[in-house]
């Protein structure tokens, strides 16, 4: 299994048998979201979806697998979800298959796809691989198995010469996962420039999920989206703490 990480969109291709683009929490409708929070900024959509479909046109994938909350409103779906999302879906399956594993934002995406398209929310097992958004327990059969899930937002605060942090940046999070032999997860950063991250250091201990609490904290290995290598875990906090 080969991956790749392309580090505009942000999304990780998966080559193996066929070739599979992951793109995991785009977050369509977070404008709305946070215009109900008192935060009014113009929607984004387009340009996030210029870069999901520069990613397809770029990669030329036999599958695009959409890794949860591709919507984000809850529990119900905003009127900017109902506008934009059927446009958008349809302009991805001009390009290539689709599938999507649904995360905690995606209550009634099924509306929005075709029979064929939805995988079950504890994930499915793709060319190998198994894929789920990541907030809940996967499925049994997926056990030992390299495991390619969204939901925890990885970043990695990049800080100055005294320690001041600069800037989160999108990070990918691999580690063998905890209490499952042979099992390994493989977090990937969101595609939402809105959505947030939360620090590689902290994910162990954010509650976001079942699989946070699997982190390997001592062999855990962090890259940037660009595939950067960061380095482990426990090197990353011994220099934090210098």
Known sequence: MRPTFLPDCPALLMENTIRVLVIADLHFGIE???ARAGVHVRSR?????????AAIRETT????????DVKHSVPL??????DELPGILDRIRTLAPLKVAPGNHDGGIGRFLRDDELLPANGAEIDGVGYLHGHTW?????AGRLLVIGHLHPAVSLCDEVGCSLRAEPAYLYSPALGSEGTRLLAVPAACEFSGGVDVLELGRSGLGPLS????EENAEVWLRDGTYIGRLNEIREQRCA
């Open 32 to 34: 709305s979201g946070l």
């Open 61 to 68: 994938p036999d599958l695009v697998l959409l890794l949860g």
């Open 213 to 216: 609490r699997c982190i390997d």
């Open 45 to 53: 959509s387009r340009e996030r979806e210029g870069r999901v479909l």
């Open 138 to 142: 996967p499925a049994e059969d997926l």
């Open 77 to 82: 779906t905003s009127r900017q979800e109902y």
